[in-house]
Antibody
Framework: EVQLVQSGAEVKKPGESLRISCKGS????????FGWVRQMPGKGLEWMGI????????RYSPACQGQVTISVDKSITTAYLQWSSLKASDTAVYYC????????????WGQGTPVTVSS | EIVLTQSPATLSLSPGERATLSCRAN?????LAWYQQKPGQAPRLLIY???NRAPGIPARFSGSGSGTDFTLTISSLEPEDFEVYYC?????????FGGGTKVEIK
């Protein structure tokens, strides 16, 4: 059974760093693109970036380029989304998704990690 | 960058009625997907490659379209269908979602 399990909710202050995780299981982790999606409070879905675990090829959306870092650790089938300096505007729920169907569509999703950034 | 515009923003219908949701792209896309999202939950893939139902998705959901105009149709609304729906393209990076359509009970 394919599962994506994300790390728990976070409450941080502006300027702090953060890394959230998403562990994949039940499938060949290195052979599927993996994406991160942001959903700000009461808003829609936004693709932040995608990564191919086999070679760590990474693509960022223009809005997220330079703002976050996406990485993977193949040895533990886990993907990460990292900030070096959080802003209040980073408050959102972050979802990870496996991109099935030739790296196109989110066929399996994590449960979401709520991140609150507030002073 | 490809931008997807969904309409209407809100669709008010009764159970048993037909729902027609639109997704329009600012330039031609090759394929489209549709997702359903319930409050507090991750999105669920309904339709991929424009017209293929994902595993386990009921036959009342169908997708169609080409070029810049795409449609998700729910043939007869069940109570569990009153949720938010998003379209998504994958023609080129960055992928994008539409802004969403909320289907609410009239």
């Amino acid at each position: 059974e394919v599962q994506l399990v994300q790390s728990g909710a976070e409450v941080k202050k502006p300027g702090e760093s953060l890394r959230i995780s998403c562990k994949g299981s039940g499938y060949r982790f290195t052979k599927y693109w993996f994406g991160w999606v942001r959903q700000m409070p009461g808003k829609g879905l936004e693709w932040m970036g995608i990564i191919y675990p086999d070679d760590s090829e990474t693509r960022y959306s223009p809005a997220c380029q330079g703002q976050v870092t996406i990485s993977v650790d193949k040895s533990i089938t886990t993907a990460y989304l990292q900030w070096s300096s959080l802003k209040a505007s980073d408050t959102a729920v972050y979802y990870c998704a496996r991109l099935g169907y030739s790296g196109s569509w989110g066929d399996y999703w994590g449960q979401g990690t709520p991140v609150t950034v507030s002073s | 960058e490809i931008v997807l515009t969904q309409s209407p923003a809100t669709l008010s219908l009764s159970p048993g009625e037909r729902a027609t949701l639109s997704c329009r792209a600012n330039q031609s896309v090759n394929f489209l997907a549709w997702y359903q999202q319930k409050p507090g939950q991750a999105p669920r893939l309904l339709i991929y490659d424009t017209s293929n139902r994902a595993p386990g998705i009921p036959a009342r959901f169908s997708g169609s379209g080409s070029g810049t105009d795409f449609t998700l149709t729910i043939s007869s609304l069940e109570p569990e269908d009153f949720e938010v729906y998003y379209c998504q393209h994958r023609t080129s990076w960055p992928f994008a979602f539409g802004g969403g359509t909320k289907v609410e009970i009239k």
